[in-house]
């Protein structure tokens, strides 16, 4: 490997093209400056002046050693890459489509998201816990935080506002933790108008409309009336799925596959070179 690394340094030297002055890219998740173009530079004068320990008799501390010397730096142990930035990802899809069940599911296999607790002006239900289920207010201290702006997307929905506090999505991301936002098609428009491409939406969907319905028929929450309502605007949110960065299937029987993905998606968001930069 390090034969491998000097051969190609050394033609490096020859070949001036071969190392560019700039990278290709500019992004903030760039290397440190000079780490290889100062390299290649004074592994190319060693040579002149240095003998190096035998590498096959030398141990690794010792080449290191040398290899510091020879190039007159010392090697960092510090990260290569910074930090990627902190997530905030939006979970969409069709009413029983299976939102709640992932995300029930991410919360207990991942670590450091936070699921955002919605502000709700609607009381408070038996069981019910104030900051777990829904920050619950009353409709004035709701309609101060709409004039505040504190909210990054409300809606009214059968007489009840609900919205998204902006604050605790900034503390949590400021803590390093990623946003998970779990939201009906209106809402994750909504949220795209005001993240733009900072935000992943991701689009879960069923494996086909008729495993929705059913999947909606078992559940038995809905009413027949419910029901008819739900699956016409099912069949109009799917048209919708252009507008979001990902589709999740989640098929029946399916959920740990369907997690997975979600999971997959949010290493390789965090793997990105041109990372997102939500700003709240
Ligand atoms: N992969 C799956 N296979 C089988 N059943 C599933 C799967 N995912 C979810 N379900 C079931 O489907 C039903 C609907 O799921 P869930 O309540 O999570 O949907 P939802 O998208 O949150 O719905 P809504 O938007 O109406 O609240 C639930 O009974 C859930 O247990």
């Given at each position: 490997m390090f034969r491998r690394f000097c051969t190609s340094l050394f033609h490096a030297k020859q070949l001036p093209f071969a190392f560019p002055l700039k990278p290709t890219f500019s992004t903030p998740r760039t290397l440190?400056?000079?780490?290889?173009?100062?390299?290649?530079?004074?592994m190319a004068d060693t040579q002149k002046f240095r003998s190096f320990p035998s590498l096959e008799k030398a141990s690794k501390p010792e080449l290191l050693r040398a290899l510091e010397s020879s190039l007159g730096i010392s090697f960092s142990s510090d990260s290569i890459c910074p930090s990627p930035n902190p997530l905030i990802i939006v979970i969409s899809g069709p009413s029983g489509v299976g939102k709640d069940a992932v995300i029930k599911r991410l919360r207990e296999v991942r670590e450091n998201l936070h699921f955002v607790v919605t502000a709700t002006s609607r009381g408070m239900r038996p069981g019910e816990v104030n900051g777990k289920d829904y920050f619950f207010v009353s409709k004035d201290e709701f309609l101060s935080m709409v004039e505040k702006d504190e909210l990054l997307e409300y809606a009214l929905v059968y007489g009840d506002y609900k919205g998204i506090p902006k604050k605790q999505i900034?503390?949590?991301?400021?803590?390093?933790?990623?946003?998970?936002?779990?939201?009906?098609?209106?809402?994750?428009?909504?949220?795209?108008?005001?993240?733009?491409?900072?935000?992943?939406?991701?689009?879960?969907?069923?494996?086909?409309?008729?495993?929705?319905v059913e999947r909606?028929?078992?559940?038995?929450?809905?009413?027949?009336?419910?029901?008819?309502?739900?699956?016409?605007?099912?069949?109009?949110?799917?048209?919708?799925?252009?507008?979001?960065?990902?589709?999740?299937?989640?098929?029946?029987?399916?959920?740990e596959e369907a997690v997975d993905l979600v999971g997959s998606i949010i290493d390789a968001e965090k793997a990105k070179v041109r990372q997102r930069e939500p700003m709240i």
């Amino acid at each position: 490997m390090f034969r491998r690394f000097c051969t190609s340094l050394f033609h490096a030297k020859q070949l001036p093209f071969a190392f560019p002055l700039k990278p290709t890219f500019s992004t903030p998740r760039t290397l440190p400056k000079g780490l290889f173009f100062t390299s290649a530079i004074k592994m190319a004068d060693t040579q002149k002046f240095r003998s190096f320990p035998s590498l096959e008799k030398a141990s690794k501390p010792e080449l290191l050693r040398a290899l510091e010397s020879s190039l007159g730096i010392s090697f960092s142990s510090d990260s290569i890459c910074p930090s990627p930035n902190p997530l905030i990802i939006v979970i969409s899809g069709p009413s029983g489509v299976g939102k709640d069940a992932v995300i029930k599911r991410l919360r207990e296999v991942r670590e450091n998201l936070h699921f955002v607790v919605t502000a709700t002006s609607r009381g408070m239900r038996p069981g019910e816990v104030n900051g777990k289920d829904y920050f619950f207010v009353s409709k004035d201290e709701f309609l101060s935080m709409v004039e505040k702006d504190e909210l990054l997307e409300y809606a009214l929905v059968y007489g009840d506002y609900k919205g998204i506090p902006k604050k605790q999505i900034r503390d949590f991301m400021a803590k390093g933790c990623d946003i998970v936002l779990r939201v009906d098609i209106q809402g994750a428009e909504t949220l795209r108008k005001a993240l733009g491409d900072s935000g992943v939406f991701i689009f879960l969907v069923a494996e086909s409309e008729l495993a929705l319905v059913e999947r909606l028929i078992d559940r038995k929450t809905e009413s027949e009336e419910e029901l008819l309502v739900r699956i016409a605007t099912a069949r109009e949110e799917v048209k919708r799925v252009k507008r979001f960065d990902y589709v999740v299937v989640n098929a029946k029987g399916k959920l740990e596959e369907a997690v997975d993905l979600v999971g997959s998606i949010i290493d390789a968001e965090k793997a990105k070179v041109r990372q997102r930069e939500p700003m709240i």
